[in-house]
């Protein structure tokens, strides 16, 4: 596949979407009675938590390392992430027979430490703060030769993660709205483009947690402006928007809501109980989203991206 | 349809299968790659966590329900159940247009306990006994003239059981082996039936905690033997079986396997953590077998039954 040098065009993530396809699941679309009853909309939960490493992240890693030269993919991939972006770009090297090496702050969960090592990748642990992780990222790739594959400022990795929402939007055909949670923006922008091209009707909402709204106030500022805080549950969306994922947010995400800590931990609970599915905390936002605005959702055909599953079950918040 | 007065035969199963299907999911059959590797055998897994009220249980109590007269029916359903019975009784009585009346022990789950009372059945708490519950029971029966629907010793609740295995069986074809965990006897009775009715080479085989082994300690012995403890977490196995259910049992179950507690709580995590679904106590039995005695399954295509998913969230085991 060709690298990609600027936005993706549709037909570019249709390309990324067969070209994955060896490489990750088509996930179900899952509906839930009770829930609909509840927020008096028909939801259409889109489960990238049944996705391979339990994360949508998969689609990213995969379409980024397609693109490397015969010559980048035997030096191998490289990045620095503290969760399921480690395990995809582990899984999509052992997938073509590269090696991987992965930074991860020696706070990381165990269980994604674990996976990752599971999946053959040479793991070095650093202290847990950005300068570290991109000191010691560049030092391995320094030594190695591997290539660095962005979680998200990278659009391969965003051409990966359209392919979510193509998907869901195949599956059901007449959604009124898409609603993804935002972190770095990765799975956002991707799912801005796809919904955009795919329709010329939908609207597509973000989601971030209050305490982390660098996406609602760059929007708003009409300039990236990064998070003064990280401690928010949803633990997959600290991350502050890139060049990228901004410009491509700013044009084509129609509005981005924030939700409290406590919606948050209350959606992943209902989710659980009613759906008895595991989602992380972060993809509990856009049921958060519904349940906090509901004025919105109501009587509308709402896709909500269920973003991942990999939960530490000894910490759970409830 | 007709009342059974007899072990139900294949007809009845199917006819059974037909009129239910209105009142129950056709639930999904998962499978796990990794769960695949660890325990070397081909496992499916029928997700009955995933049907309505969250438990198979749905299935035999609306079997049952559909059996009553048109004057039967006015005068309402009553069962008496610390749990997933409680909610199908519920469930059933409410889609039927008719009272439900529920005893419930004071000390059952509150989530159990919302779930019953939210499908608009009449709940009266007792003490957590035996005799307690049954002569609560006799005196809302008494006063009401609703019918008594039994979890288990009954071949009407038995038919609505045999069809989940129906289910599996037409969606995995070539099983080699089937497997249900048995608590009453009531989905255990109803798989064997079930699967010898469909198959002539299928194997059949039932798993229980090792602390309440009531159904391999009854086969041996040819006779029925009660539990003498009911200290295990798998809460939905607690019971003992009935004369109807050890009956079917001893004719049609190969073979009883039991398992430690430990054995169960590390299966229910695996299933949480790898396939990303939430599962009660009881249905994590199944696959605890496999891992306990993985010779008899090594190279198998296994179903195993998840019977539910109602856990208290509050009281994990980890």
């Known amino acids: 596949m060709k690298k990609l040098q600027e936005v993706p065009t549709w037909q570019d993530i249709q390309e990324t979407h067969e070209a994955i396809k060896p490489m990750i699941h088509r996930t179900p679309v899952l509906s839930c009675q009770s829930i609909n009853e509840i927020t008096g909309a028909e939801l259409f939960f889109k489960c990238e938590n049944f996705q391979k490493i339990g994360a949508f992240k998969m689609r990213g890693a995969s379409s980024a390392a397609l ?15 503290s969760g399921n972006h480690a395990q995809a770009v582990a899984l999509s090297a052992k997938l073509l027979g590269v090696p991987a090496y992965i930074v991860m702050p020696d706070t990381s969960p165990q269980i994604k430490k674990n996976a990752t090592a599971g999946y053959g990748a040479e793991i070095t642990e ?18 190695t ?13 965003i051409a990966g993660q359209a392919t979510t929402a193509k998907e869901l939007m195949e599956d059901v055909t007449d959604l009124d709205i898409i609603l993804s949670p935002v972190g770095g923006g990765g799975l956002m922008s991707g799912t801005a483009l ?14 971030e947690p209050k305490r982390v709204d660098d996406a609602a106030r760059s929007v708003a500022a009409g300039h990236l402006v990064a998070n003064e805080r990280i401690d928010t549950i949803a633990d997959g969306l600290r991350t502050n928007l890139s060049e990228r994922t901004f410009a491509i947010i700013q044009d084509k995400v129609d509005k981005i809501f924030t939700v409290s ?19 992380e905390p972060s993809c509990a936002v856009p049921l958060a989203v519904v349940m ?13 991206i269920l ?12």
Chains 1, 2 share one sequence.
């Open 292 to 304: 906090t605005y509901p004025s919105y959702f109501e009587g509308k055909k709402v896709g909500l």
């Open 261 to 279: 800590e406590e919606a948050i931990i209350n959606a992943m609970r209902l989710t659980w109980e009613r759906m008895k599915i595991i989602i």
């Open 145 to 157: 030769g591997a290539t660095f594959i962005h979680p998200y400022d990278d659009y391969a990795v």
């Open 126 to 143: 650093c202290e847990n703060t950005l300068a570290a992780r991109e000191s010691t990222l560049a030092a391995v790739v320094e030594r």
């Open 194 to 207: 796809t919904s955009k091209y795919m329709s010329d009707q939908i609207i597509v909402y973000g989601g």
């Open 307 to 318: 973003t991942g599953g990999n939960v530490d079950l000894g910490k759970l918040p409830f």
């Open 67 to 81: 693109r490397l030269t015969a010559e980048e993919k035997a030096k191998g991939l490289a990045t620095h992430s």
